[in-house]
């Protein structure tokens, strides 16, 4: 069982920035795609970013040239940085590790972008 832990969360005013990382506990983690996903309320949770253990990268059209997922194989972990944030980024975030029919979900965090 893979442990997924995210953290960073929080509010953020429009136009802010923020990060999130993920670090999961696994002796293989080069063979997880990694993603973040976001469920906002009374919506169902989306894609935003995922990154393989090769290091390519997707992304929704919503973030695209705002957030940047990336990865750091050595130590486990994956961060998100979003950039430009509107208030319609505001949503729970949830780290994911898929491996073929194998997937994991952290707990989730935060993310509130509001003045």
């Known amino acids: 069982q893979v442990q997924l832990v995210e953290s960073g969360g929080g509010l953020v005013q429009p136009g802010g920035s923020l990060g999130l990382s993920c670090a999961a506990s696994?002796?293989?983690?080069?063979?997880?795609?990694m993603g973040w996903y976001r469920q906002a309320p009374g919506k169902q949770r989306e894609l935003v970013a995922t990154?393989?253990?090769?290091?390519?990268?997707d992304y929704a059209d919503s973030v695209k040239d705002r957030f940047t997922i990336s990865r750091d194989n050595a130590k486990n972990t994956v961060t998100l940085q979003m950039n430009s944030l509107k208030p319609e980024d505001t949503a729970v975030y949830y780290c994911?590790?898929?491996?073929?029919?194998?997937?994991?979900w952290g707990q989730g965090t935060q993310v509130t972008v509001s003045s």
């Open positions: 990154i393989t253990g090769g290091g390519s990268k």
């Open positions: 994911n590790a898929k491996f073929r029919t194998l997937e994991h």
């Open positions: 696994t002796n293989i983690f080069t063979i997880y795609t």
